[in-house]
């Protein structure tokens, strides 16, 4: 099956590097224009955006913090002036504060509901009406299986991400109507600069806990995304789909 994107418009939060990179090159590639938005490193998003432009696909970098509404409203006036519409819109960007809960901060918890639940809600909030207008979009919201399952010293990580699988549920329900399909991907291990730290002793841990054996690369997310942003996923709608070798089944 080929997959194609040709004159869609795609907006990826926190695509300069990591799992929203591979999302954004790989939508590219299959013929959408992107939007690369990032918070703090401009050279990674413009990284992303020369490896796009070297393979003839379409993309510009856009600075915003999708936890701050004056500046999301300021992001998608920005896509919507350069393309005209905005058709897939992938909220990928994510922080991490862990800790135990006993020694975890407010501010630590409340910074990553912040960007990782509240900014889902804020950037899809301002897409829905340009999606209406156009009859249709996709929504893709990065979760994890760590909002399926748990996991020690990430009750804030756990509580966004779980949150986000409900979010994506009630806005699927509310929007199917208007041809609007919104899902969930929930990544399990995933080689990236974040588990890149892991001493080799945890991650022989976790691959124990892998029915596959191996830790995923970001490109098994970014192709999902990709079918779930095309024609081919049309009738899928409200899902929580794990790419994460068999860790979590449910």
Known sequence: MQISLKDRVALVTGG????????A??????????????????????????????????????????????????????????????????????ITRD????????EDFDAVLDTNLRGAFLCTKAALRPMARGRGGRIINI??????????????????KAGLIGF??????????????VNAIAPGYIETEMTGV?????????????????????????DMACFLASDAAAYITGQTIAVDGGMVMH
């Open 16 to 23: 300069s590097r990591g799992i929203g990179r591979a999302i």
């Open 198 to 222: 892991l001493s080799d002793q945890v991650r022989a841990a976790i691959l124990e806990a892998i029915p596959l054996g191996r830790i995923g690369i970001a490109q098994d997310v970014a």
């Open 143 to 160: 979760a994890s299986v760590v909002g399926l399952a748990g996991n020690p010293g990430q009750a804030n990580y756990a509580a966004a």
């Open 25 to 94: 090159v790989t939508l590219a590639a299959a013929g959408a224009a992107v939007a690369v938005n990032y918070r703090d490193n401009q050279a990674a998003a413009e990284a992303v955006v020369a490896e796009i432009s070297a393979a003839e696909g379409q993309a510009f970098a856009i600075k915003a913090d999708i936890s701050r509404q004056e500046e999301v409203e300021q992001l998608f006036k920005a896509v919507i002036e350069r393309y005209g519409k905005i058709d897939i819109l992938v909220n990928n960007a994510g």
């Open 168 to 181: 994506t549920k009630s806005v699927a329900r509310e929007m199917a109507s208007r041809a609007i399909t």
């Open 99 to 106: 800790g135990l809960l006993l020694r975890m901060k407010e």
